[in-house]
Nanobody, 119 residues
């Protein structure tokens, strides 16, 4: 139902844009979030956006470098990642929740897309 794409290999300082497209149902009224998980580490919150795109929320490690956006007409969420660092290397997941943008429980998850940042 949620399909993430756009991952790849990039050098440190570079940029990538991840996309998360909905299929089978609409998530246009849901909060959408991005998470990441590096090998041997716990899943980490990256960013979230409310249904109207009026409120965004970022994890401390990506503030000022990543931007979350959504196209409700296309039911797609984006994560623009700039100034990438090797520590950003992880599998990135998109997810959806009903409720407040600062909530922690997400109800729908997509498959991940690998982002690898070389030094």
């Amino acid at each position: 139902q949620l399909q993430a794409s756009g991952g790849g290999l990039v050098q440190a300082g570079g940029s990538l844009r991840l996309s998360c497209a909905a299929s089978g149902r609409t998530f246009s009224r849901y909060v959408m979030g991005w998470f990441r998980q590096a090998p041997g580490k716990e899943r980490e919150f990256v960013a979230a956006i409310d249904w109207s795109a009026s409120t965004t929320y970022y994890g401390n490690s990506v503030k000022g470098r990543f931007t979350i956006a959504r196209d409700r007409a296309k039911d797609t969420v984006f994560l623009q990642m700039n100034s990438l660092k090797p520590e950003d290397t992880a599998v990135y997941y998109c997810a959806a929740r009903w409720g407040d943008v600062h909530g922690t429980e997400y109800h729908y998850w997509g498959q991940g897309t690998q982002v690898t940042v070389s030094s």
